[in-house]
């Protein structure tokens, strides 16, 4: 600047979430990080026992019975997700509004020149936390698609002179690689016309596999868990970082919800087992540019 019953739980919950979320409007993939809040989650200790989990997805609902197996890291690692870039500027007093005009035209660079390897997830202006910045969240298929866009930025004349232009209007810039938690791909293109909650915790070194354990069994006690568009973790820049961002239509639904969470013990609990891993906790609330994938 991170599931959930048996087998069955794991197979009909992830068909209910690529359902609702290819019903969703300008959606055009499925999305895993919607859930039901229906009467599925109310399994019982008896059934949780009776059938233990065994496939791929189960175990990364569940994690496995040793978490510290080494077979169940790979897992987690193993999948071949998007990575994703995080670029913060922040814009000198009084050129916002001449930043936020300069970046359409970047963005439609990237798109015409090189859409086969960089893609927006989103843009947003921060209403809450450090003002008068600017997050971006790009996608990646891989590595070498990020050094082919870094070569591009030297050498590409129309983007290097957009990119200096939009530059000149800031007095400080940082970026970070983040990949995918291997459960939750970032959702495609949404429009909420609300605002995100962008929040980062600085975990302690080695503890991430045990965070995501106890953030990830914690997520089904969350009923705001719709509303989750993306969960990565830092891999170059910045580590021992984890990031999540949520979609809500006002910050008046957010305290709904996060109010709603702490009623349940699973989601306080989970709380209270992550906490003493997590060094540094940041909170931002971002407004969603109108030429924003995630808007």
């Avoid at 949404?190 to 995501?212: A, C, D, H």
């Amino acid at each position: 600047m991170l599931r959930f019953a048996h087998k069955d739980f794991a197979a009909s919950t992830l068909k209910h979430v690529m359902a609702s979320r290819s019903s969703s409007t300008l959606l055009s993939f499925s999305h895993l990080n919607q859930f039901s809040t229906s009467s599925t989650l109310n399994y019982t200790e008896k059934n949780q026992k009776a059938q233990q989990p065994k496939s791929f997805l189960s175990k990364l609902f569940f994690g496995g019975k040793n978490s510290k197996d080494e077979k169940f890291k790979k897992l987690i690692y193993s999948r071949n997700v998007c990575l994703h870039e995080l670029i913060v500027h922040k814009v000198k007093p009084g050129y916002l509004d001449e930043y936020v005009k300069q970046i359409p035209e970047i963005y439609s660079i990237y798109e015409k020149k090189y859409g086969a390897i960089v893609k927006p997830t989103g843009c947003f202006t921060t209403l809450i936390g450090s003002l008068d910045s600017v997050v971006h969240i790009l996608e990646y298929p891989d590595y070498p698609s990020i050094e082919k866009l870094i070569e591009a930025k030297q050498t590409d004349p129309d983007l290097t002179t957009k990119l200096n232009t939009l530059l000149k209007l800031t007095y400080f810039t940082e970026n970070q690689l983040m990949q995918e938690m291997s459960f939750c791909p970032t959702s495609p293109p949404t429009v909420t016309n609300g605002v995100y909650e962008f929040r980062s915790y600085t975990l302690k070194p080695g503890s991430y596999i045990q965070w995501l354990e106890k953030w990830q069994a914690g997520l089904q006690f969350r009923s705001n868990l719709p509303r989750l568009k993306g969960a990565w973790y830092s891999k170059n820049g910045t580590l021992n970082q984890v990031h999540h961002i949520w979609a809500y239509e006002s910050m008046a639904e957010r305290r709904k919800f996060r109010r709603a969470d702490w009623d349940s013990k699973g989601w306080s609990d989970s709380v209270r087992f992550t906490m003493p891993l997590i060094d540094v906790m940041h909170s931002c609330i971002l407004k969603p540019l109108p030429f924003s994938p995630l808007r």
